[in-house]
């Protein structure tokens, strides 16, 4: 079947109603737009694991910090539907600020607590709770038995996930692993502003996160002393944190810790905010 798009609310519940009432599975796949390959991974996902697949594309203001960066996020909805087409994506909700937030905000938001100001949060405050409140009208709109989001985006997978047991919201969080261009750099839609000799650079954070992990056996120490290595050798990366967590809380990792560790790191190359993480296993 061609791909149904929709660009309400109520357009988006009538569409889903007798799937809904049939009982079958529903995928959300949550976006906002500029589709690559990460994203055509989590379609596919859904796909597979679900009878009816739903992407939404909004670019959610509450989740930008300065409104110049919100206006310049890539917008290709052409494109995005093509591609969805292809993938076989069922329906598509592209809805436009005044649809999501009709009184131009949300009076109501979703507060991600402490760890929403860390990290991510730290560079970029308000972020996490802008977040969690799109997830959770999204969510409320789609209903959903599935959502889908890509490892890449470690933080905030970790807190939606937290927020949907907080919450009781009866919908299971699938995580799909981070998809990698050809030399490792993870995908992401704010690659397409870099430039050759640019991407070339933003190769040091997946090195770095590989330096690391090779020196597991070590400890948390030595993995973050060699993740530095790399980055500190590179030039023109602006290194907003490297650093080691427990997959099970998102708190630091301590020195001794014997479980697996999730690499995070953050860094500005050129004009471009990029993020990676890796699983350190034990």
């Known amino acids: 079947m061609p791909l149904h798009t929709v660009t309400t609310v109520a357009e988006c519940r009538a569409a889903l109603e007798d799937a809904r009432r ?17 994203h055509a991974a989590l379609v ?12 939404s594309i909004f670019v959610n ?10 206006e310049r996020y890539p917008r290709t909805l052409e494109a995005d539907q093509a591609l969805l087409e292809e993938l076989g994506a069922d329906l598509l909700l592209a809805p436009d600020a005044e649809q999501m937030y009709p009184d131009g905000g949300s009076s ?6 402490p760890l929403g100001d860390e990290l991510e949060g730290a560079s970029r405050p308000g972020h996490f709770d802008g977040v969690l409140t799109v997830v959770t009208k999204l969510l409320n709109i789609t209903q959903p ?14 807190l939606v996930r937290r927020m949907i047991r907080d919450l009781d919201l009866p ?17 992401s839609s704010r690659n397409v502003f870099l430039d050759d000799r640019q991407h070339e650079v933003a190769l040091t954070l997946s090195r770095a ?9 070590d400890g948390v120490p030595a993995m973050l002393r060699a993740g ?11 290194l907003d944190y490297l650093t080691a967590v427990d997959p099970e809380t998102f708190a630091p990792a301590p020195d001794d810790h014997a479980g697996d560790v999730r690499l995070l790191v953050a860094a500005r190359v050129g004009p471009v905010r990029l993020i990676d993480t890796l699983l350190a296993q034990s």
């Open 44 to 55: 596919r996902h859904a796909r597979e694991v679900a009878d009816v697949v739903v992407v």
């Open 22 to 38: 049939a009982g079958r599975e529903i995928a959300l796949v949550p976006t906002m737009g500029a589709l690559h390959e990460g």
């Open 209 to 217: 996160l590989r330096a690391a992990a090779a020196a597991r056996a």
């Open 171 to 187: 919908v299971a969080v699938h995580e799909i692993e981070t998809v990698r261009e050809a030399d490792g750099l993870a995908r």
């Open 228 to 238: 530095r290595a790399v980055l500190d050798a590179a030039d023109d990366v602006d």
């Open 108 to 113: 109501t938001t979703v507060h991600a607590g």
């Open 145 to 158: 038995t599935i959502v889908c989001f890509g490892e890449k985006d470690a933080q905030q997978v970790f």
């Open 61 to 70: 203001p509450l989740q930008f910090g300065e409104r110049s960066d919100l």
